[in-house]
């Protein structure tokens, strides 16, 4: 039997911090967010249209 390893930290303890950086902007626009590790990819899409000032209104 393998005994759990203490003080691991789990993925929703996890805290990550992400550079977003508009590519071709002049002079750059960027925002560092954090965001736990067990973030959904739908919610960290509104995290970055947040961070950004977005309204989520560009057409696909």
Do not use: C
């Amino acid at each position: 039997m393998i005994a759990p390893v203490k003080n691991q930290p789990t993925a929703s303890s996890r805290l990550y911090e992400l550079k977003i950086t508009l590519r071709g902007s002049d002079p750059a626009i960027w925002r560092r967010i954090q965001v736990p590790g067990d973030i959904k990819l739908d919610r960290l899409h509104d995290v970055f249209q947040i961070a950004m000032g977005w309204t989520d209104s560009h057409l696909h």
